[in-house]
């Protein structure tokens, strides 16, 4: 790969395209990601945010050039260190966007007009994120919190099924307790540092407040994760929601575990916890297959799903010797 290439590719931040998976939770939930059809329109979805948020990236990289020389990590990014002109950042983001836009063209008349204007409502919201909404505290961890909605909201969309206001609710409080622990993330890997330099709104974020920040949202995303799970109002969902319940144990580790990782300053950010923090990636993958297995026991397991499967194992008689 040439070396160009390298450039853009940095710009484009590929890593970062686990955030995405957001866009999947609303198919996964309305069970059409076992359909063919349901899984494309979701991937293409999935697509579509992929190359809008490296597009937005990569302006927002244009943006913060000075900011980001002064930053211990940030600093290597390719316009901030000068190896791409901030104009042609621009015209690389304003080009992904585009692409993003013609890869919603994919879905079906249906739900492309829906989708596009939620990928458009994102584009907006970060690229204002950028230039002025970073700079107020707290409302800047609420606005990307808002981001992650989106994404969500696009995926249901794409496939047709209703936006279940649970994962919206669940969705925006988990991720204003991750965004507070970016926030705490960067203020230990600052260190002694004046943070007003890489970041003003880090000026009032002190670690006090993060504290409690972080503490009040994972005991609010907890709770709401919770309350979703033991919630019988309304039409009955498509799989046995309530035997979510029996992953909190799971649900608790994770955030306690990312709560813990964060004062440890050891990465800078969600997306490094994630990927590279062995047991909050086990406790996330092992969180999702059992989720999978919950959700779709009716049809690996029959009518009866797991109560049958058990029911047939102790209506067994016991053997003899």
């Not at 709401?224 to 979510?244: A, H, I, R």
């Not at 490094?272 to 990636?281: G, H, Y």
Request: hydrophobic share 55%.
């Amino acid at each position: 790969m040439s070396t160009s290439a390298r450039h853009f590719l940095a710009l484009a931040r590929p890593a970062h395209w686990i955030k995405n998976v957001v866009v999947l939770a609303g198919p996964a939930a309305g069970m059409k990601l076992i359909t063919a059809d349901g899984a494309l329109r979701s991937l293409v979805a999935f697509a579509a945010f992929c190359l809008a948020s490296s597009g937005i990236y990569a302006i927002n990289d244009a943006i913060d050039a000075r900011a980001d020389a002064e930053h211990p990590t940030k600093r290597h990014r390719p316009v901030a260190r000068g190896a791409v002109r901030p104009l042609t950042a621009v015209v690389f983001g304003l080009a992904l966007l585009a692409a993003a836009g013609l890869i919603v063209m994919m879905l079906p008349i249906s739900a492309r007009r829906n989708v596009a204007a939620v990928l458009a409502l994102y584009a907006l919201l970060t690229i204002a994120y950028s230039m002025a909404i970073k700079e107020w505290i707290i409302l800047d961890v609420i606005v990307i919190s808002i981001g992650f909605v989106l994404r969500a909201w696009a995926g249901s969309l794409a496939v047709e099924v209703p936006t279940s206001e649970w994962l919206v609710a669940c969705v925006f409080t988990l991720c204003l307790f991750m965004g507070f622990g970016k926030r705490r993330c960067e203020l230990v890997m600052i260190g002694g540092s004046e943070p007003g330099r890489h970041r003003n709104t880090l000026i009032h974020y002190t670690p006090d407040l993060l504290n409690h920040l972080i503490t009040v949202s994972a005991g609010i995303a907890v709770m709401t994760f919770l309350l979703y799970t033991m919630d019988t109002t309304g039409s009955p969902p498509p799989f046995p929601k309530q035997q979510l319940f029996f992953t909190l144990p799971l649900v608790v580790y994770g955030v306690f575990r990312f709560a813990m990782v964060t004062e440890l300053g050891l990465y800078t950010g969600p997306t490094e916890i994630v990927l590279k923090d062995r047991p909050m990636l086990a406790a996330i993958v092992i969180w999702a297959l059992i989720s999978l297995l919950i959700a779709y026991q009716f049809r690996w397991l029959g009518p009866e799903g797991f109560e049958g499967l058990l029911r047939g194992f102790t209506a067994r008689p016991l053997a003899t010797g």
